[in-house]
């Protein structure tokens, strides 16, 4: 078994970097105008890890991947020239690299990652597109690709998870779709409740086990919620027999028990997934209100018993340059400030 390891390079890394930019890219099939990769030097990559930092990947010790890092300002941060050396293409370097630079750019504090490819190139954009990123801007054959980070956040009573909710509730637009996951008493309508709440629409969010899917009118002028429990549902089919194309693009509209039924609802679609934390689970994400060694070792039973990880998942352009994260995160820094 090979020894795969992706690690954040220093400037002293340099010479190694601009070795494996220049040798992926000169591989790759030409293009017109010539790509800049090949003109770079162990100076201009000195520089640019100096300045925004890198990643070099080995195999087995041997220099396999790397990429740079640039800050684009607005919450993003880009990948450049995103290389992995051709004989180690198979070895999965540049899914290795590519994962660990979404790290990078979460810890950092960073909503989102983007980068440019060439259309020339449709196995590299099909790359990306397979890793969730998507098209946001085009100039002539050069595309820009992007991605919204995920998030997860801990909460430890239902009153947190409704806060969850009206957080996203002010990130929501006309036409939004919300899937949420979880098992039963999870949390999903509490957090429903949170939405419906930050919305300001008219009646009380509840469970629509036995009505399938409800509307709820905004009190004021914005959209409607409509809420969808899928529970029941057989498939797509019986998710089609509800119509809910005529109210979708004026409502947020939240579908319960929605993974694999209605992510055909929308391109741009909000992933939320809400699970019980157990005992010896390890807290690593950002706490909604509470440091995450104190959610690791809460005292008392009940409170341990309300303690929830909830991961949002944005996918499409839409949730691109809108901040999910900082915005999601910014309770916590009130909170605990």
């Known amino acids: 078994m090979s020894d795969l390891h992706v690690k954040e390079a220093g400037v002293e890394d340099a010479a190694v970097i601009c070795n494996v930019i220049r040798t992926a890219f000169a591989a790759r099939p030409r293009v017109d105008p010539p790509t800049a990769a090949l003109d770079e030097s162990v100076g201009s990559v000195a520089a640019a890890i100096e300045r925004d930092g890198?990643?070099?990947?080995?195999?087995?010790?041997?220099?396999?991947?790397?990429?740079?890092?640039?800050?684009?300002?607005?919450?993003?941060?880009?990948?450049?020239?995103?290389?992995?050396?051709?004989?180690?293409?198979?070895?999965g370097v540049a899914s290795a690299v590519v994962g660990v630079a979404e790290e990078v750019a979460a810890n950092r504090g960073y909503d989102d990652v983007v980068l440019r490819a060439r259309s020339e190139l449709p196995a590299t954009v099909t790359f990306w597109m397979r890793r969730g990123y998507v098209e946001v801007g085009r100039d002539g054959t050069s595309l820009t690709l992007a991605k919204a980070l995920p998030i997860e956040l801990v909460t430890r009573s239902a009153h947190d998870t409704q806060a969850v909710g009206e957080s996203i509730a002010a990130l929501a637009q006309r036409g939004d779709v919300v899937l949420l996951t979880g098992e039963l008493g999870a949390g999903k309508t509490t957090l429903t409740q949170g939405i419906a709440t930050g919305l300001r629409v008219r009646g009380n969010a509840t469970s629509p086990t036995f009505v399938i899917s409800r509307v709820h009118p905004s009190l004021v002028g914005g959209p409607a919620l409509v809420h969808v429990d899928a529970y029941r549902l057989g498939g797509t089919l019986e998710l089609d027999d509800l119509d809910l194309d005529g109210a979708l693009d004026d409502s947020v509209t939240v579908v319960e028990w929605g993974e694999g039924i209605a992510e055909g609802l929308s391109a741009n679609l909000l992933r939320v997934q809400i699970a019980r934390l157990r005992g010896g689970d390890d807290v690593s994400t950002t706490p909604w209100g509470m440091p995450a060694t104190a959610a690791t070792h809460a005292a008392d039973a009940q409170a341990a018993a309300d303690l929830r990880t909830i991961t949002v998942t944005p996918s499409g352009a839409r949730w691109v340059g809108s901040g999910v994260r900082s915005h999601l995160t910014a309770p916590v820094r009130q909170t605990t400030a």
């Open 54 to 91: 890198g990643l070099v990947c080995t195999v087995d010790g041997i220099p396999a991947g790397a990429l740079l890092f640039a800050d684009e300002g607005n919450g993003a941060l880009a990948l450049r020239r995103v290389a992995a050396v051709p004989h180690f293409q198979a070895r």
